[in-house]
T-cell receptor, first 116, second 111 residues
């Protein structure tokens, strides 16, 4: 397993366009998290899944944001009608919860979104 | 919900010195406290963690201490090296749900 993979690494889009990011977690991990990070700040929680169920969404996640994990494996994060304030690094992480839980997240390298 | 505060925001040390970063948390139900190192252009990487039933944990030059009564935990790096230069984040997890991160400490180790 090569860790958590995120694509694309960079995305530049015009304001008003829709964008979609993909995250492939570590295969045996049942939890998948999305965070957003702006310059000089810590990661801010957006949403997380346990298997295919979306268990929590942050108030930061407006109705323009939607995330899916249809088969409990990879996940997508879509932003509709992008705004300049959406420019940030979008981080995906996965972890194992349950009897063999280790709690620690493994992060991907992130997708840097620039809205122009 | 949980709130994590981290200090200092920047820390400059000479190579070989020790560095200490401190965090406080608000939710007494939090039970897992990891530390992450983030280098430029990369995602955060877990370097050490501690659970609420342990007061201290060491891994070579890195140690973490936890004071549950005071709700604070600290990262200690001894014999710092230039490659330790990075941004460090503390985090806390409540009830096995999600991590809440601090605002980060930029550590600069000068040769």
């Amino acid at each position: 397993d090569t860790g958590v993979s995120q694509n694309p690494r960079h995305k530049i889009t015009k304001r008003g366009q829709n964008v979609t990011f993909r995250c492939d977690p570590i295969s045996e991990h049942n939890r998948l998290y999305w965070y957003r990070q702006t310059l000089g700040q810590g990661p801010e929680f957006l949403t997380y899944f346990q298997n295919e169920a979306q268990l929590e969404k942050s108030r930061l996640l407006s109705d323009r944001f939607s995330a899916e994990r249809p088969k409990g494996s990879f996940s997508t994060l879509e932003i509709q009608r992008t705004e300049q304030g959406d420019s940030a690094m979008y981080l995906c992480a996965s972890s194992l919860m349950g009897p063999r839980a280790n709690y620690g997240y493994t992060f991907g390298s992130g997708t840097r979104l620039t809205v122009v | 919900g949980e709130n994590v505060e981290q200090h200092p925001s920047t820390l400059s040390v000479q190579e070989g010195d020790s560095a200490v970063i401190k965090c406080t948390y608000s939710d007494s139900a939090s039970n897992y406290f990891p530390w992450y190192k983030q280098e430029l252009g990369k995602g955060p990487q877990l370097i050490i963690d501690i659970r609420s039933n342990v007061g201290e944990k060491k891994d070579q030059r890195i140690a973490v201490t936890l004071n549950k009564t005071a709700k604070h935990f600290s990262l200690h790096i001894t014999e710092t090296q230039p490659e330790d230069s990075a941004v460090y984040f503390c985090a806390a997890m409540s009830s096995f749900q999600k991590l809440v991160f601090g605002t980060g400490t930029r550590l600069l180790v000068s040769p």
